[in-house]
């Protein structure tokens, strides 16, 4: 009785035991993980400045700011957002897509550093879908990102099918926008 | 032997284990992808090992298998099955498997739950889970064996703990390990972050759910543990401040300020430092209050010498002290703040001095309650410090912590203009003051005039807030009222669902002042058909009557409840349960009419001649019954804000739509 205990107790831990060291049997050398750690971070502030623009935005919303405060701080978001970018672009400067957010930040940049004037609210939504534009550029260089990997996610709706522009402005559409990502413009069916 | 299996495999899952810390941190520092998929491997194949093991103890207990030392002390034959289930958190040796089997469980979803998601973080994570894990395991195989044998076969076992024998016992243990044993999660993400030095905000973010789930059952655990309490123990009140009830307070005090430090980190790139030493704090508290209900260290400084597991939980201890201070000093220039504070009237501003509540209240809990272990030590008497004294300290802090959670939400982030200012506080305020009018004329007491009109200004905060919320959204779409509001849940669970939770904890906060400044009491002796009146009542004792169960035999008073008029309100039957296996372990459970306004609650304490005469404690407590539906808000509140929801997918069909109501 002792002994079918044990055996099966033995077999038991040696098919656990397996499954553990399953992966280091396999054969070859282990992949190193390459994640593009600069990148990485860089993608992710961008990511909280997007979310601190949408806050800022509520906020002044529901009136919890000025007006001077609320030009003064969106501003100065807009700004970091950008300059974060042109970083991107920096770490990873292949794929259009990247390009052509970068210029449309470009142009809402010159907007927004016009002295007295409001920034303008459908150019807060270009720059909201900037990182959906911006995926394939990330997403080609980097084979192991799950950085990336999070922004490749709406990439693929980028691709295939006929390319549609705004008839108003000429921006590239994505094919899911119902909306002008860059004036607001709906979009033709 | 089956039970020997159990044994083995628990030695299994340990050197497992033991093999998947070295394979993850290893793995980790080289970013080797096949020693990181082998510490997914351990971490699935300890969960698996450990769940066997525990279904092995589950079958040693239904199957009343005596043979097993941890049967035969925690369960007997007459046990019903309902309370064999549950032996098995009922002592020392199954609670410390049950603590094992949730941790494993927990490491398994999050290891699958981010299996192609944070690769350079992960290995780490999967390699602090485990080592937790390795821990627990080297206690169950060198320390409290739940597969250890009684060497004969008793014919009966010794029963189970009859405080234990009651539903709530039941599930409340399971909603405080849940809580507990998860907050090990989030500490092992600010460890991976740290080793892997990536400090963004990617693990803050990940973080974030991981915590709120945790904290979740941390809260609801307590609160059922006071409603055990207060329906159980029947001394009238729901928390007393016992050590074993602050090692569980201790860590979600930590845990609630890091979930809203994090929000800072998060939005302005600054705490990083005190985020993760929060973090830790919160993993130590855990492994802390662990300790000190299995060691009887609070009971007495010798007394955990003589316990087995106590010397392991000290040298565990000293490694997270003494490892986690190494990792900060050796991450500490990473750990930079991207930005400055920019005013004290911002939001972040108020969450810095919520924190600092949060640590106040923490540190005066953590000193009262070590203060008897300190003071034996210095002084070799041991000096308790009770309930007067955390009331005394916590109250007024607990206090302004209300008081900033009305204030807090007002504010926008880094300034808040004059203009701004009354705009956002004027409603709030009438309503205060009102409230404080009201108190005033009802009852003159200073401390609840204060207290109720600080809760009537947070909620006055919470319902401004959901207007405003739902007005911005009605102005950019056609949505009525309550799909507005379901809007904003679904696309902004996390500031609406906080809202909500914030709602809960001030409707706890009612029950509290009305509990502690307008609680009525009486001791009375009754003889079948006399009457006693209190707080506008009139009880009528009618008889005394017994009912055989499986394993106990119960005494129940029936007494009927009349009102100012003399209309029949309810009659409440206190109770006295004496167990064949304890019958000088005679265990309450009052009686109890729960209404909006007041509780009536009595208390069987003793009776004579049969029945002849009976003695009870009756109470009025006021305002009670709004701490068990500021608990159920509080639980609805966290779900809507952990519950996850697509942005990129709203955020491409309607983004005009977006910003209006501050999707995240």
Redo the contacts between chains.
């Keep these: 009785?002792?002994w079918i205990?044990?055996l099966?107790?033995?077999v038991?831990?040696l098919a656990?035991?397996a499954?553990?060291?399953?992966?280091?049997l396999?054969p070859g050398p282990?992949?190193?993980?390459?994640?593009e750690?600069r990148l990485?971070?860089l993608l992710?502030?961008k990511?909280?400045i997007m979310?601190?623009?949408?806050?800022?935005?509520?906020?002044?919303?529901?009136?919890?700011?000025?007006d001077?405060?609320f030009q003064l701080?969106d501003q100065r978001l807009r700004r970091q957002a950008v300059g974060l970018l042109q970083q991107i672009e920096q770490v990873a400067p292949m794929g259009a897509g990247l390009d052509a957010a970068l210029e449309a930040e470009v142009t809402r940049r010159r907007r927004v550093q016009e002295p007295g004037k409001r920034p303008i609210?459908?150019a807060?939504?270009a720059l909201?879908?900037a990182p959906?534009v911006a995926a394939p550029a990330v997403a080609a260089p980097v084979a192991?990102t799950?950085?990336a990997?999070?922004y490749t996610?709406?990439e693929t709706?980028n691709g295939g099918g006929g390319v549609r522009f705004c008839t108003n402005c000429g921006h590239k559409l994505?094919t899911?926008?119902?909306?002008c990502?860059n004036c607001?413009m709906p979009a033709a069916a | 032997m089956i039970f020997d299996i159990g044994y083995l495999i628990l030695i299994s899952a340990l050197v497992i284990a033991a093999f998947g810390v070295a394979a993850g941190f290893w793995g980790g520092h080289k970013r080797n992808t096949k020693l990181a998929a082998s510490s997914f491997n351990a971490v699935y194949a300890v969960a698996g090992l450990v769940l066997l093991a525990a279904a092995l103890l589950w079958y040693g207990l239904l199957g009343d298998h005596f043979e097993l030392s941890y049967v035969w002390n925690h369960s007997e034959r007459a046990l019903p099955t309902f309370y064999k289930f549950s032996a098995l958190w009922g002592g020392q040796a199954g609670s410390l498997l049950f603590w094992c089997l949730l941790l494993s469980g927990y490491s398994a979803i999050v290891a699958f739950a981010n299996r192609t998601r944070l690769q350079v973080l992960m290995p780490y994570v999967n390699g602090v889970l485990l080592a937790t894990s390795l821990f627990f395991l080297t206690l169950l195989v060198f320390a409290a064996n739940p597969f250890e044998r009684v060497g004969f076969v008793p014919p009966d076992g010794q029963g189970l703990n009859p405080l234990l024998q009651n539903y709530w016992m039941v599930i409340h243990p399971v909603m405080l390990y849940l809580g507990y044993v998860g907050m090990v999660v989030p500490f092992a993400f600010a460890v991976g972050a740290l080793m892997s030095k990536r400090l963004d905000n990617e693990w803050v973010r990940t973080v974030r759910r991981w915590t709120l789930i945790p904290w979740m059952f941390l809260s609801i655990g307590i609160i059922m543990g006071s409603q055990w309490a207060y329906m159980e123990l029947g001394w009238g009140g729901y928390w007393a401040w016992d050590p074993v009830e602050n090692a569980s307070f201790l860590p979600w005090l930590t845990g609630t300020a890091f979930l809203h430090s994090i929000i800072i980190q998060e939005q302005r790139g600054v705490l990083k430092v005190w985020n993760v030493v929060l973090i830790w704090m919160t993993y130590f508290l855990v492994i802390l209050g662990t300790f000190t209900t299995r060691s009887g260290v609070l009971e007495s400084v010798h007394s955990f010498a003589r316990s087995d597991v106590g010397p392991y939980f000290l040298v565990f201890l000293t490694i997270i002290l003494f490892g986690f201070l190494w990792l900060l000093s050796s991450r500490f220039p990473l750990l930079r703040g991207d930005q400055q504070i920019d005013s004290y009237t911002s939001r972040e501003a108020a969450f810095l001095a919520n924190n600092w509540l949060f640590a106040g209240i923490a540190f005066a809990t953590l000193w009262g309650t070590f203060f008897p272990m300190f003071s034996e030590i210095l002084t070799g008497d041991r000096i308790s410090v009770a309930a007067p004294f955390f009331n005394k300290v916590n109250g007024p802090l607990f206090l302004l912590l209300l008081l900033l959670m009305g204030v807090g939400p007002l504010l926008g982030w880094r300034h808040t203009s004059a203009a701004a200012f009354r705009k956002q506080f004027t409603w709030p305020l009438i309503t205060a003051a009102v409230v404080a009018v009201l108190v005033f004329v009802l009852a003159r007491s200073l401390y609840p005039i204060i207290g109720l009109a600080i809760c009537a200004f947070a909620t006055a905060t919470i319902v401004q807030e959901y207007v405003r919320g739902v007005q911005a959204r009605r102005t950019t779409s056609d949505d009525n009222v309550l799909s507005a509001m379901g809007h904003l849940w679904s696309r902004n669970g996390r500031r609406y669902g906080g809202y909500l939770v914030h709602l809960g904890i001030v409707l706890i906060g009612v029950a509290v002042i009305g509990n502690e400044f307008y609680q009525q009491t009486t001791n009375v002796t009754l003889a079948p058909n006399q009457t006693v009146q209190i707080g506008g009542y009139t009880l009528e004792f009618d008889r005394l009557e017994s009912d055989r169960q499986s394993n106990l035999t119960e005494y129940g008073a029936r007494v009927i409840v009349y009102d100012r008029n003399d209309n029949v309100v309810g009659t409440v039957i206190p109770k006295r349960n004496v167990y064949d296996k304890a019958p000088d372990m005679p265990t309450s459970e009052v009686g109890l009419r729960m209404s909006p306004i007041e509780d009536v609650y009595v208390v069987l304490n003793g009776w004579e001649a049969g029945g002849a005469t009976v003695t009870f404690t009756i109470y009025i407590n006021p305002l009670t019954a709004w701490m068990w539906v500021g608990g159920l808000l509080l639980a609805l509140g966290t779900l809507i804000a952990a519950w996850p929801h697509s942005t990129r997918r709203a955020a491409a069909t309607l983004p005009s739509a977006a910003y209006a109501t501050g999707d995240d």
């Excluded at chain 1, 499954?19 to 280091?24: A, D, H, Q, S």
């Excluded at chain 1, 282990?30 to 994640?35: C, H, K, Q, Y």
């Excluded at chain 1, 979310?51 to 000025?66: Q, W």
């Design positions: 009785m002792m205990s044990l099966i107790a033995l038991l831990s656990a035991l499954y553990v060291v399953w992966p280091l396999k282990a992949p190193i993980l390459v994640e750690d990485t971070e992710g502030r990511d909280t979310k601190a623009i949408k806050d800022l935005e509520f906020d002044y919303h529901v009136g919890k700011l000025s001077e405060d701080y609210q459908p807060t939504v909201a879908a959906v192991v799950q950085g990997e999070r996610a709406g709706t994505d899911s926008h119902k909306f990502a607001g």
